[in-house]
T-cell receptor, first 113, second 110 residues
């Protein structure tokens, strides 16, 4: 499979717990993005990586959210002290570089109970 | 990024042509218009992009008038599998941050 892969596909966690969401981008894509999508709304930008560095993390809602991409490929979105309002589908996308066309994964549905 | 306005929903029947119009009155000179499609439980998928006049690919056509303040996505002869949410986005090709609105939910009925 040459597409963007996200794991797990579904995650249920208790309020206050820590979660990690993983994204495997398309091989060779230098740009990687995280978006969050709530029910009935379009995806909202969270963070953008160019290579290993976070070029823009302005969309992260607060300091409980953090993302890394240590080797410029796989990325992990980390959420501390989860809240019920964090429940959403978290989408990862990658692209070859500075392009409008982004390739999205199927997302991770996070439910905080 | 320019703000876009598109209908919340549209209904159609198999075999019909579906046209979704998107308004983007504040589009900038170097902005392109891009449409994404999203099926339930999947991420959005790029379907077409254009700057002016008409662009066609195997999935859809995109019509952009001379003033570029609106654009129309045309889906020819839709089938049930075209039921999805369609998003209109406007931005520079160098924009890495995609700005999605609520999109248009297209429902195709038999």
């Amino acid at each position: 499979g040459a597409g963007v892969s996200q794991t797990p596909s579904n995650k249920v966690t208790e309020k206050g717990k820590y979660v990690e969401l993983r994204c495997d981008p398309i091989s060779g894509h230098t740009a990687l993005y995280w978006y969050r999508q709530s029910l009935g709304q379009g995806p909202e930008f969270l963070i953008y990586f160019q290579g290993t560095g976070a070029a823009d993390d302005s969309g992260l809602p607060n300091d409980r959210f953090f993302a890394v991409r240590p080797e410029g490929s796989v990325s992990t979105l980390k959420i501390q002290r989860t809240e019920r309002g964090d429940s959403a589908v978290y989408l990862c996308a990658s692209s070859p570089g500075h392009r409008t066309e982004a390739f999205f994964g199927q997302g991770t549905r996070l439910t905080v109970v | 990024l320019a703000k876009t306005t598109q209908p919340i929903s549209m209904d159609s029947y198999e075999g019909q042509e579906v046209n979704i119009t998107c308004s983007h009155n504040n589009i900038a000179t170097n902005d392109y218009i891009t449409w994404y499609q999203q099926f339930p439980s999947q991420g959005p998928r790029f379907i077409i992009q254009g700057y002016k006049t008409k662009v066609t690919n195997e999935v859809a056509s995109l019509f952009i008038p001379a003033d570029r303040k609106s654009s129309t996505l045309s889906l020819p002869r839709v089938s049930l599998s075209d039921t999805a949410v369609y998003y209109c986005l406007v931005g520079s090709p160098n924009d890495y941050k995609l700005s999605f609105g609520a999109g248009t939910t297209v429902t195709v009925r038999a």
